[in-house]
Structures are given as structure tokens and as C-alpha cells.
């Protein structure tokens, strides 16, 4: 009796023990990539001088197309950042490759008739080679869109359409189809910010605008390479006491993308 019962005992501890490593081994997160060398590379370096170069020449353009707008602040965000994360509840933890990502924004107020100062900027998107994402409506299309009440509205909704805030926002990607860059133009009406992708300026869970939003822990691995966010509440200040419209135009770009010294689940080259 006293055999059995040990070798009931022996065998639950040995199952415990199994169980125990197999949970050890699922949920420990395996050595991650270095960021750092990614972000020190020849190559990288590189790449980041291209698209300082590119953000640059393109925020100025459209600058130029509305020389209407007054110039109110900007910010960029730039990093090199890497996270690994399981994909179910158990399954052992997979990074992902680093990746180097630049996002500028330029925020400007402006006043005067909304149709006008959109069809000069959706001029020189279309003259720089930028086609709208999604739908491919331009600022102005979205506009008239936005307050178009339909062929069957009744005068309420009509007036309700037409009551609407000249809020707009357009997402474009390059003409060529490079998947690795996108922008933003957008207007806001009266009290509100455009909404900017990439952009963590307007992004309330982060306090104050030193905060960063990655650690490099276990979890992850990140190099800040430029980070300066705009202050939110003093452009909206400033931009609606003497003004009606805040204007929006965000870059981003990934121009690099590995995962030196480690296995990631995914790995491509240097984005084009």
C-alpha cells in the first residue's frame, strides 16, 4: 500500500514538474533583437538620412501651397522599436522585427473659405504624387460629401448636413505604391485636432509631451533616435483664438526593418 501511494506521490510530482517547465518554456520571453545595431547601422543611417530628406522636402511643398496658413508648431517621433508578444493565451512569446519608423507633423491655422484652401492643398498632393487611400476621395470630395444630405433627405436633414463641422482628413500613400510611407492632411473645425496616423502628439494615455509610448524591458526593445512631441493644448490655443481651422500634415515612413541577433517571426528587407 505504502509502494503505491509512493509511486502515486513520485508520479504527481514528476507530472507537476513537466507541467511546470512546458509553462517555463511557453511563457519566457526569448532573447529579442538588437535594436541598437539595427539603429547604428551604416545602412540605417543611411536610410533615416533619406527620409529626413524626403519628409522635409515634402512638408515644405505643401507649406508652400498654402501660404494662407500660419505656422503654429511640430513635432516628430522617431524610433527603432521591436516587441515580442505571444499570439494566443499560453503560446510562447515570438518577437517581432525591429522597425525603424519617422513620423513629422506640421500644424498650421488658417481662416477664409474651406472649398478654396482644400482644393489648393489636394493640387499639390496630386502634383507631388500622392493618391488618397481607401475610397480616394480628396479634402475636397470628403467635404462635399460630408455635407451632402442625399437625394431623399428631408429639409431638417438638410440643414443638419449643412450644419456639419468642415472637419476633413485624407490619408494618402505614394503614387509609385510603396507600402513603407503615408500621409496625412487634415483639417479641423473650430475647437478639435486632426487626427494624424502614426502621430503620438494628441494621444491622452500619454502624460506630458516628454512621455514616450515603448520601455526597453524585457518585452521590448526600443532606441529613440529624434523624439519631440508637439503640446497639444497650446497649439489648439493658439490656432482657434485668432483663427477658425488647425491644419494637419503628417509623414511617416519605415525605413528600416531587421532583426539582428535574435529570431523574429518575421523578417523583411529594408523597406524601399
Known sequence: ??????????????????????????TTVPHGPDAQALARSAETREARDR??????????????????????????????HAEARSGSFGGKPAWSPVLCVRTTVLYAA???????RLADLDGALAGLGWKARSDGRSLVQRLQRMHSPGADATAEQTAEALARPNTVSVDHVPG?????????????????VPPVSGSWDNRPSLSGPDAKPYLDEESERVVYLDWRRADIEAIKAKAYAGHRYLLAIGLTQTYA????????????????
Do not use: Y
Request: glycine share 14%.
Open 176 to 192: 509609385d505604391g510603396r507600402k513603407s510611407t503615408a500621409l496625412t492632411v487634415g483639417v479641423a473645425d473650430r475647437t478639435g
Open 1 to 26: 500500500m505504502l509502494t503505491l501511494l509512493g509511486m502515486v506521490v513520485a508520479g504527481a510530482v514528476i507530472f507537476v514538474g513537466v507541467a511546470a517547465w512546458q509553462w517555463h518554456d511557453l
Open 257 to 272: 526593418t531587421g532583426c539582428p541577433g535574435a529570431t523574429c517571426n518575421a523578417v523583411g528587407g529594408a523597406p524601399g
Open 51 to 80: 527620409a529626413v530628406a524626403f519628409g522635409a522636402e515634402q512638408t515644405a511643398r505643401l507649406r508652400a501651397a498654402a501660404p494662407w496658413a500660419e505656422v503654429l508648431g511640430d513635432s516628430v517621433a522617431d524610433r527603432c
Open 110 to 116: 488658417f481662416d477664409g473659405e474651406i472649398e478654396p
